[in-house]
C-alpha cells in the first residue's frame, strides 16, 4: 500500500533559534478548555490567590485534563474568550502579583507503579503538545488486559511548515525526551520505542541517535520530509508499517504516538512535579523580523509574545499553529492555549478566490487516507450523505493536502469537514 | 488594528493554477503547430489562430449572455481551439472551422457548465459535427508542402490507403489533419506534458499500446503495427484528447481501462467500420463511459473498515 504525500516549502527559518524564556506576564487569561474532551470547570472563586502550578480548573471526566496557573496572584474574573473553533470557552484571568510564587502543591511525584505513574501524568494537565491536545492520560490510560501495545512512537516529525518548537525540543531537551520515553516505557511495560524524525533536521536525528546509541530497544527513524508525515496514521505507517482501521485508535494496532514535547515535558513533569503552565511556542511569519522559539507562560497573550519578535507592519493574518492545519485567529490578544505551537504573521498574504474544479485529480494523489476529495465535494454539495459514508469522509485527517495542491483554489478541505458534521447530523436523525 | 483575513485551513497553497496547467498544455502543443505550419504552410497558423480566436470569443460571449463570471483567463477556451484546428484539414473553409468552434464552446463546454463540468471533449465533439456535416470539406487532404506548387493536389491520408513510409508518417509529411500528422511533435509535446507532471502517461501509453498489439496480433507485422499507432489521429487524441481532465477519469486504474477502451474501439472502427478512422469515435465513446468508470474506480481508502463495497450502488 502506499500512503500519499506532498512536499511542502519548509520555512524552517526559525530552527536555529535557541528557546527564549519570555517573562511571565502581568495578566494571564486561561481557557479551562485545553484540550480535546472535557471542558473542566473552575475550582478557584474570584479573589482567590493562587501560586504557580495551583489547580483552578478541573473535571471528573476520563477525557481531560486539569488546568493550573501559570503565574502567581489573584482571580479577578470569570470570562469568556471566542475559541478559534468559533465558540465562547470560560477563561479565568489572573493578575499577577509579581512574586511569581511557585505553590507549595509542586513537587515530584511519588510514583511506585502504573497506576501511580498514570494518576501522575493526569495531574500534571499533560496534553498533546503537537496541536491536537488529546489528553495524554487518556493515551496511556489503555486496558492492558485488552490490548497491549508493544510499540512507543515519539512524533517528532513536525511535517508543517515554519514550526520548529519540537525541533528545538530535541535540540535543547534531547536527554529529556529519552527520559520521558523510558519512563513510560518502564511504567506501562512498553517493550520497544522508535522516535520518527523528518530528514530535514539532521541535528535532531543525530542528536537522538547518539542519546539512544546504548539503548537498543529505542531506534530513531529518519522519515522522508513529506505532508503528512506526522499525522499520527500517516507516522504509525512510516515507522511500523502497522494500518489503523477506520474508527479505531492507535492502540488497536499495538502502538501509542506521544509527541516529543509532551514526552519531554512529562520527563520533567516527573522530575520536579512542575505541571504544564509555559510551552514552547515558534513566532514567524512575513512579518517577523527575528523568527524565534519562546517559552511561555499559558494564559499569555499572543500580542504580547509576538512583541518580543519584532514585527514590521501590521499583520493582516494572524495564525496559530501551523499554516496546513493551524486556525485563523480573530484577534492579536488572544490568550496562549496549551496547544499552540506556533503562531504565525502574515502581511499582503495572498487570497484565493476558487474557481471551478477542472477534474485534475491531483486532490486524489494527494490524500493520505487515500480518498476522492473532488467526489467528496460533489457528494456534500448535493448533501448526499450515502456517498459521503460509501467515499469514506470521516476517514479525512484534514492535513489540507488536497487544498494545498488544488490549482483551483477550490476548500476541499474545508468541506470536508461539513462534510463529516453534516454526516453527524444525519446519523443523529437516524437518516 | 486592520482587519484580519479568516479563512478554513490550509492558509499557504501551491503555485500551481489552473491557467499555469493550460499555459503548459499550450506550450506542449507548440512543436505540433511549428510542424504543420512547416508540413501545410502559413495557413496552418492562420487556422489555428483563428480558431483560438473564435473560442475564446464564444466564450466570453456565452458567460456574458449566461451572466455568469469570465473564465477567458484560465486559458482552457485557447487549449480547445487550438485542439480543434489541429483536427482540421488545413484546407477547410474558414466559416466551417468557426462552426466547429462554436458547437465545440458554447454546445460541448458552456451549456453544460463550463471548464470541468463538460462530458464529452469540446474539440473531439467538434470534429465529429464537422466530419459528419461537411464530409467531403473533412475529408479531403492537402499534399505535404502544396503550398509550394502552384495548384492544390490532394491526397489520401495513409489510413485510407494512401501511400506513406514509416519515416514520412513519424515526420508527418503525409497527408492529414494539420495537427495530427507529425508524431515526432506530438510526442515531444507529451513527454514535456509528463516531466510537467500536467498528464499522467497511462493513458496514452495503454491507448497506443493496445492499438500496436492488437495491430501486431491481427497482421503479424512490426511494420504494419507501427504504421497503425503513427496514423490517422492516433498520437494527438491519445497524447492531448484522452487527457483531457474534465472527461476521462479522475484514478490511474481509471486512466488505464479508459487508455485501453479507447485503443481497443479505435481498433474495432478501423477495421471493422466503414470509416477510416477511429480515434475521435473512440474517444467520445469513453469520455460517455468516464463517470462509470470513476464509480468503480474508486480507490482504496487507507484503514478502511471492511464492509460491503458495492460500487455504484447507493441505493
New interface residues.
Given amino acids: ?1 502506499t ?1 500519499h504525500k506532498i512536499r ?2 519548509h520555512f524552517k527559518h526559525s530552527a536555529e533559534s535557541e528557546t527564549i524564556a519570555l517573562p511571565l506576564p502581568s495578566r494571564a487569561v486561561i481557557s479551562t478548555a485545553q484540550h480535546l474532551g472535557a471542558v473542566c470547570t473552575p475550582t478557584v472563586n474570584i479573589g482567590d490567590k493562587v501560586k504557580i502550578g495551583d489547580v483552578i480548573a478541573d473535571s471528573d471526566a476520563v477525557m481531560s485534563a486539569p488546568v493550573h496557573a501559570s503565574i502567581s496572584g489573584t482571580v479577578t474574573a470569570f470570562t469568556e474568550v471566542l475559541h478559534i473553533s468559533g465558540r465562547n470557552m470560560p477563561s479565568i484571568v489572573i493578575e499577577s502579583d509579581g512574586k511569581n510564587e511557585i505553590s507549595d502543591a509542586v513537587k515530584p511525584p511519588v510514583i511506585n507503579s502504573r497506576e501511580d505513574f498514570l494518576a501522575a501524568v493526569r495531574k500534571s494537565g499533560s496534553i498533546g503538545l503537537g496541536g491536537a491536545g488529546f489528553p495524554t492520560s487518556m493515551k496511556l490510560g489503555f486496558d492492558p488486559k485488552e490490548k497491549h501495545p508493544d510499540k512507543l512512537i515519539i512524533n517528532g516529525a513536525e511535517c508543517e ?1 515554519y514550526i520548529t518548537s519540537d525541533y528545538r525540543c530535541f535540540i535543547e531537551e534531547g536527554e529529556k525526551v529519552l527520559d520521558g520515553a523510558l519512563l513510560m516505557m518502564k511504567y506501562l511495560d512498553i517493550p520497544e520505542c522508535v522516535i520518527g524524525i523528518e530528514d530535514n533536521k539532521p541535528k535532531a536525528i543525530e542528536k537522538m541517535r547518539g542519546l539512544c546509541a546504548s539503548y537498543p530497544n529505542i531506534t530513531v527513524c529518519a522519515l522522508k520530509s513529506s505532508y503528512p508525515q506526522g499525522a499520527e ?1 500517516t507516522l504509525i ?1 512510516s515507522t511500523t508499517g502497522r ?6 485508535l492507535p492502540i488497536s494496532c499495538g502502538c501509542i504516538v506521544i509527541n516529543s514535547s509532551t514526552c519531554a515535558f512529562i520527563s520533567d513533569y516527573i522530575k520536579t512535579g512542575m505541571p504544564l503552565v509555559s510551552r514552547r511556542i515558534t513566532v514567524d511569519g512575513n512579518i517577523v523580523k527575528k523568527p524565534a522559539n519562546f517559552k511561555v507562560a499559558v494564559g499569555m497573550s499572543i500580542a504580547e509574545i509576538v512583541e518580543h519578535a519584532e514585527l514590521d507592519g ?6 496559530l499553529g501551523g ?10 490578544d488572544y490568550p496562549l492555549s496549551k496547544t499552540n505551537n506556533a503562531v ?1 504573521l ?1 502581511k499582503d ?4 478566490s476558487p ?8 486532490c ?1 494523489r494527494a490524500c ?5 476529495p ?2 467528496l465535494e460533489t457528494a456534500f454539495d448535493m448533501r ?1 450523505a ?2 459521503l459514508s ?3 469522509v470521516n ?1 479525512c485527517v ?1 492535513c ?2 488536497c ?7 477550490r ?1 476541499l ?2 468541506k470536508n ?1 461539513l462534510a463529516k458534521a453534516f454526516l453527524r447530523e444525519q446519523t443523529k436523525k437516524g437518516v | ?14 503555485p ?3 491557467q ?2 493550460m499555459l503548459t498544455v499550450i506550450i506542449a502543443l507548440l512543436p505540433a503547430l511549428l510542424a504543420s505550419v512547416i508540413i501545410f504552410g502559413l495557413r496552418a497558423l492562420v487556422m489555428t489562430v483563428i480558431c483560438c480566436a473564435c473560442c475564446v470569443i464564444f466564450e466570453w460571449v456565452t458567460r456574458k449572455i449566461m451572466k455568469r463570471d469570465s ?1 477567458i483567463s ?1 486559458l ?1 477556451a485557447i487549449v480547445t481551439g487550438m485542439l480543434l484546428s489541429f483536427n482540421l484539414p488545413v484546407t477547410l473553409p474558414i466559416y466551417m472551422a468557426v462552426i466547429g468552434c462554436f458547437v465545440a464552446i458554447v454546445i460541448v463546454k458552456q451549456f453544460f ?5 463538460n462530458f464529452a471533449n469540446p474539440a473531439i465533439t467538434a470534429r465529429i459535427v464537422l466530419m459528419l456535416s461537411f464530409t467531403s470539406y473533412m475529408t479531403s487532404w492537402a499534399q505535404p508542402f502544396y503550398y509550394q506548387s502552384t495548384e492544390l493536389v490532394t491526397t489520401s491520408t495513409p489510413l485510407a490507403g494512401g501511400e506513406a513510409s514509416l519515416m514520412d508518417m513519424f515526420l508527418g509529411t503525409t497527408g492529414g489533419c494539420l495537427g495530427e500528422t507529425c508524431a515526432l511533435a506530438l510526442i515531444i509535446g507529451g513527454i514535456f506534458l509528463v516531466i510537467t507532471r500536467v498528464i499522467s502517461p497511462a493513458t496514452p501509453l495503454c491507448f497506443i499500446g493496445t492499438v500496436f498489439v492488437l495491430s501486431l496480433i491481427s497482421t503479424g507485422d512490426i511494420e504494419k503495427a507501427t504504421a497503425a499507432i503513427l496514423s490517422g489521429g492516433l498520437m494527438l487524441g491519445a497524447i492531448f484528447m484522452a487527457t483531457d ?2 472527461t476521462t477519469p ?2 490511474l486504474p481509471g486512466k488505464i481501462i479508459f487508455g485501453i477502451g479507447c485503443g481497443l474501439i479505435t481498433m474495432l472502427i478501423r477495421n471493422f467500420g466503414t470509416m477510416p478512422e477511429g480515434v475521435s469515435y473512440s474517444i467520445l465513446l469513453m469520455n460517455i463511459l468516464t463517470p462509470i468508470i ?1 464509480r468503480f474506480t ?8 471492511e464492509k460491503k463495497r458495492r460500487a455504484g450502488n ?1 441505493g
Avoid at chain 1, 494500518?243 to 479505531?248: C, D, L, M, P, S
Avoid at chain 1, 501590521?314 to 495564525?319: A, G, K, L, T, V
Avoid at chain 2, 457548465?113 to 463540468?117: A, E, F, P
Fill in positions: 500500500m500512503v511542502l516549502p511548515p496514521k505507517y494500518v489503523v482501521k477506520e474508527g479505531q501590521e499583520p493582516d493574518r494572524i495564525i499554516p496546513m492545519m493551524g486556525a485563523c485567529a480573530f484577534e492579536l504565525l502574515f498574504s495572498p487570497i484565493y474557481s471551478s474544479c477542472i477534474r485534475c485529480g491531483r486524489v493520505s487516507m487515500g480518498l476522492m473532488t467526489a448526499d450515502k456517498a460509501r467515499l469514506n476517514l484534514n489540507g493536502a487544498s494545498y495542491v488544488c490549482p483551483a483554489k476548500n478541505a474545508e469537514q | 488594528m486592520s482587519k484580519l483575513i479568516i479563512e478554513p485551513s490550509p492558509h499557504i497553497k501551491s500551481i493554477t489552473t499555469k496547467i473564465t484560465d482552457s457548465g463550463g471548464i470541468g463540468q481532465y474534465s479522475l484514478t470513476d474508486v480507490p482504496k481508502a487507507f484503514g478502511e473498515a447507493d
